[in-house]
């Protein structure tokens, strides 16, 4: 099996549908737009991705391919799961399983997967990242420094270049193969070279409440959530799903939800209707007080809702 697609969009939520595997949210923390890049190849028993962010950004991933185990490698002011990642750690995902990431600037993500049945089926690769004492957990591997890191994402930037220059570099199955055999060599010293931290127990709880949380708003769509019916829903207190919610975002629970309907009501009025209004649009997301919407709406965007709506319609606003 191969895949090769590279996606590049405005909107966070077209990016995270472009991402296979999982459901995906990803919405600018900072800035009054958002703009994202994401890339994925995917050769047989390994997947490789890179996320690229414009500006600081919260990015929530859901349960991913519960048979891959996936390791992440983020760059400088990025946090995972609430804490902060060095230079010379990989963050996993334990397979089905998912998280949040917060930067506070321009990002970038290189990911890869390894699926479980890989260490089974061809043990003689000798890879360290498939061993039992880290497969069924989530965490942090260390190394000594970041030299195999760097190396790691030379290969893969060449690999992304030539791919983006060269669209029919898969159709060879010798370049499938030697692309995958030099995934493999790149990863493996990571792994010689680092330890396997897992994540405190608290940390797999918190991710769920999260993850409860992502699919209460999605299934809510674009109705607001009523604050009793969203605590029964995650399953937890109003005061633990603040104190999780504020670590992972920065944001109380109900800020982050009036935040994610902002950005909703952007895009609605950036694509609208014959008969789209700004009343329509608040009034549908649940701001009743219309005043307060738009300043709401341009102490974030730097303009008013009109002035979005006047526009995406061709109209002048003078």
């Known amino acids: 099996m191969h895949i090769y697609r590279r996606t590049a969009t405005d909107n966070g939520d077209e990016l995270g549908r472009a991402i296979p595997g999982g459901s995906f949210h990803c919405v600018a923390d900072t800035g009054r737009s958002f703009g994202g890049r994401y890339s994925h190849l995917h050769l047989d028993w390994v997947v490789l991705s890179r996320l690229e962010v414009d500006q600081g950004s919260v990015v929530t991933t859901g349960d991913r391919v519960p ?26 995902v334990r397979p089905g399983g ?17 699926q479980s049945s890989l260490f089974v089926e061809a043990p003689e690769l000798d890879l360290p990242f498939g061993s039992s004492s880290s497969a069924r957990h989530s965490g942090r591997w260390r190394m000594p420094s970041q030299a195999p890191r760097l190396r790691f994402e030379a290969v893969t930037q060449t690999m992304w270049h030539q791919l983006e220059e060269q669209p029919g570099l898969l159709e060879s199955p010798a370049n499938r193969i030697t692309l995958r055999n030099a995934l493999f060599e790149a990863i493996a010293p990571m792994g010689e070279a680092g330890a396997f931290r897992p994540d405190r127990a608290t940390v797999g709880r918190h991710n769920r409440i999260v993850m409860r949380l992502e699919r209460a708003i999605e299934e809510a769509g674009d109705q607001p959530l009523d604050m009793v019916d969203l605590c029964r829903q995650v399953g937890t207190s109003r005061r633990s799903l603040e104190a999780v919610v ?24 950036r694509r609208p209707d014959d008969d789209t209004t700004v009343t329509d649009v608040a009034f549908r997301l649940g701001f009743w007080h219309l005043s ?3 300043g709401a709406y341009a102490s974030i965007f730097g303009e008013r809702p009109s002035a979005t709506l006047a526009r995406a319609k061709g109209q002048s606003t003078h």
């Not at 891959?68 to 060095?86: E, L, P, T």
């Open 292 to 294: 307060r919407f738009a």
């Open 67 to 92: 048979d891959f185990s996936v390791w992440h490698m983020m760059s400088a002011r990025c946090a995972a799961n609430g804490q902060d990642v060095a230079g010379n750690e990989l963050v996993e």
């Open 246 to 269: 504020r670590q992972r975002t920065g944001k109380s629970p109900w800020e982050y939800l009036r935040w994610r309907r902002l950005w909703r009501a952007r895009a609605m009025l």
């Open 98 to 114: 998912g998280g949040t990431m917060r930067s506070a600037d321009v990002a970038q993500v290189t990911t890869f997967g390894l």
